[in-house]
């Protein structure tokens, strides 16, 4: 819609004799779509950079390795740590050591890295795998629309973490097996937004012109229906990767996850639990770093879908 | 036919717990090894794992072994632990070790979502009520808040202020013989407030969203504009409207907080039908994960059904067909 009205004008100012459009007390148009990002917005986006960054050159920035053991003192409160046993032996840990005398700033700053990467990952993989089916079932007419919902009402209907487990326990745990069970189980959400997008989008007069026209399946998925579900479905990207960090980090937590000494979020916080009795960083430092990158993602989101018109949040609510 | 299509929908239900048992059994099928291999472990010799198949019945078909395992589940007698526990002779029934798991789940579970629920509701009433008001945009972003962070965060704070800071709670939850009602929610205090946190998120935020869906409606715009009183266009108009979708929020929540107990009786200690699951997938004991896993399945398919049904009940639309 805005991208018409925005032809119209511009033609306007380009062809001064191209009268037809121009009457009186017309409204503005949209010519450009003012995107304007209010504060907590704009941090939101900073923190996730942020851990995205981190991601890359968490390893380099790092003062020390993921699993070298580097103080003497275990649970050490932030800042200087002296050893106990050697004389004068002091290291500097900005949130102090973990339950094994490790950097805690350090495994956080490599966690981001696993726990990010194995999440984006799955939820890359969710989506493949449910826009595909989901597009299929929309398309390819009621039959195998039916088999397909049907099947996905089986899996949807079960909790997450329930299926997340049963896998585990017959499998074993591994990152390739994490993401592959956590891609598969939120892949039937997006199947079923997916479907119902697409449902919307075939029911359309351009659609059916380009049926009309006799089009073939190809052209009928990447220029009628992806570009008109791409942005519904790159809003719920989002909040998908929030329930897929949080499923991975439970998992995790669990100790069904990520195995030490490979730091993961969740993983670090189930190995410090203990030092909250010594109100230690250790298990609160990654806890708050998953923390901050679901909000932070969550804020993005909501931004998005505000500037969207509300209405994919409302469908988002389903 | 609003007979027939909660009838309908029931059905739909049962097939789904009939294909979740269905997962559940192939959940064991696929294992790399089988039972009789997990339970033997190191003492594994040729002889005695073809002995222990026979023994299970492992070397019949697995549909035969399905139906068999269906059947007994049905009859609520999952069969024997892989493990002993507790150096008792021979292996423990999943039966002793699910029975007062469950109570002690069930009892966490109504105490949240009696607290949980009321509150939540309020809270998100009164959020729709005055949109985009301090208090409204206040609710909404604590909500997202609570709703965007892991369980197990804030578990872990809450610990941190009332266990280490203060003093005032006891953080792990082991005991399950109550002295008085009093007794029994200051032991269970944390992971109840963990828990209600959790939930009233989800039903404050849902719960505002659908009153305000319906109050953006056409009819109501219509009502404000006839100049009906305040009152009367929210008890007349609205509410009979909004009932269906807040049923199928709370329904919905607690299918959920039958999820979200995994993560807090881990934290906790607590001894429930969640932590025996996960500490049986830690030992991969199969009959366990399976009673576990269908129970808490059948409950979390029967509050979504519930759900459904209580919204097909209470739409006015599907109550007085034209």
């Known amino acids: 819609m805005g991208a018409g009205s925005m032809n119209i004008t511009s033609e306007n100012k380009t062809n001064a004799h191209v009268a037809v459009f121009e009457f009186e007390g017309r409204p503005a148009a949209p010519i450009k779509r003012e995107v304007k990002i209010s504060v907590p917005g704009k941090i939101a986006i900073a923190i996730v950079l942020f851990w995205v960054a981190m991601c890359f050159v968490g390893p380099l920035v790092a003062p020390y390795r993921e699993a070298d053991i580097v103080a003497d003192q275990t649970f050490a409160p932030a800042g200087e740590s002296c050893s106990p046993f050697r004389k004068g032996v002091c290291s500097f840990h900005l949130l102090g050591t973990d339950y094994l005398g490790r950097d805690v700033f350090s495994r956080v700053l490599y966690g981001s890295r696993t726990t990010m990467g194995i999440s984006v990952a799955a939820t890359l993989l969710a989506y493949v795998i449910g826009v595909t089916f989901g597009i299929t079932a929309a398309i390819r007419g009621p039959k195998l629309d039916m088999v397909l919902s049907r099947i996905n009402d089986v899996f949807i209907s079960i909790p997450s973490i329930m299926l997340g487990l049963v896998v585990i326990a017959a499998v074993g745990t591994s990152i390739p097996i994490l993401i592959v069970t956590a891609g598969a189980i939120y892949s039937t959400t997006v199947f079923r937004l997916s479907r119902a997008f697409a449902m919307d989008v075939m029911v359309t007069d351009f659609v059916e012109a380009a049926r009309a026209r006799g089009e073939g399946l190809w052209w009928m998925l990447y220029r009628e229906i992806l570009p008109n579900i791409v942005m519904p479905l790159a809003t719920d990207f989002g909040i998908r990767l929030i329930y897929i960090v949080l499923f991975i980090a439970s998992l995790s937590f669990l100790g069904l996850g990520v195995q030490p000494p490979v730091a993961d979020w969740g993983g670090l916080v189930r190995e410090n639990i203990q030092g909250i009795a010594y109100a230690s960083w250790a298990p609160i430092a990654p806890a708050l770093a998953i923390s901050s990158l679901t909000i932070s993602i969550n804020l993005i989101v909501d931004e998005m879908s505000a500037k969207s018109g509300g209405k994919l949040a409302k469908s988002l609510l389903k | ?322």
């Open chain 2, 1 to 322: 036919m609003i007979h027939r299509m909660i009838i309908k929908r029931i059905g739909i239900g049962l097939l789904i717990l009939v294909a979740v048992s269905m997962l559940l059994f192939a959940a064991t099928e696929i294992l790399p090894g089988d039972l009789a291999q997990i339970r033997l472990g190191q003492e594994a010799t040729p002889e005695t794992l073809n002995a222990l198949r026979k023994q299970l019945g492992l070397d019949r078909p697995a549909t035969i072994r399905y139906f068999e395992w269906f059947i007994r589940m049905c009859r609520l007698d999952p069969g024997e632990s892989l493990f002993k526990e507790g150096g008792m002779a021979g292996a423990q029934t999943v039966r002793e070790l699910i029975a007062d798991r469950l109570q002690n789940t069930l009892l966490l579970s109504c105490i949240v979502a009696g607290i949980a629920v009321p509150i939540a509701l309020i809270l998100g009433l009164l959020a729709a009520m005055f949109p985009t008001s301090i208090y409204d945009r206040t609710i909404t972003f604590v909500t997202m808040c609570l709703m965007s962070v892991p369980d197990f965060f804030l578990a872990t704070v809450l610990i941190l202020v009332f266990t280490v800071s203060l003093g005032w709670l006891p953080s792990i939850v082991t005991v399950t013989s109550y002295k008085s009602v009093g007794h029994m929610l200051y032991v269970l205090a944390l992971p109840i407030v963990t828990l209600c946190l959790k939930i009233f998120g989800q039903i404050a935020r849902m719960t505002r969203a659908a009153v305000l869906n319906v109050m953006s409606s056409p009819y109501i715009e219509m009502a404000i504009l006839k100049g009906l009183p305040r009152k009367y266009i929210i008890l007349k108009h609205a509410l009979p409207n909004v009932i269906s979708p807040i049923v199928n929020v709370i329904a919905i929540c607690i299918a959920y907080l039958v999820s979200g107990v995994v993560i807090v009786e881990a934290i906790f200690g607590f001894p429930g039908i969640a932590n025996l699951m996960v500490n049986s997938v830690h030992g991969r004991d199969m009959p366990v994960v399976q009673a576990c896993g269908m129970i808490i399945c059948t409950a979390y398919v029967l509050f979504i059904l519930a759900a459904d049904i209580l919204s097909i009940l209470s739409n006015p639309r599907l109550r007085h067909p034209k």
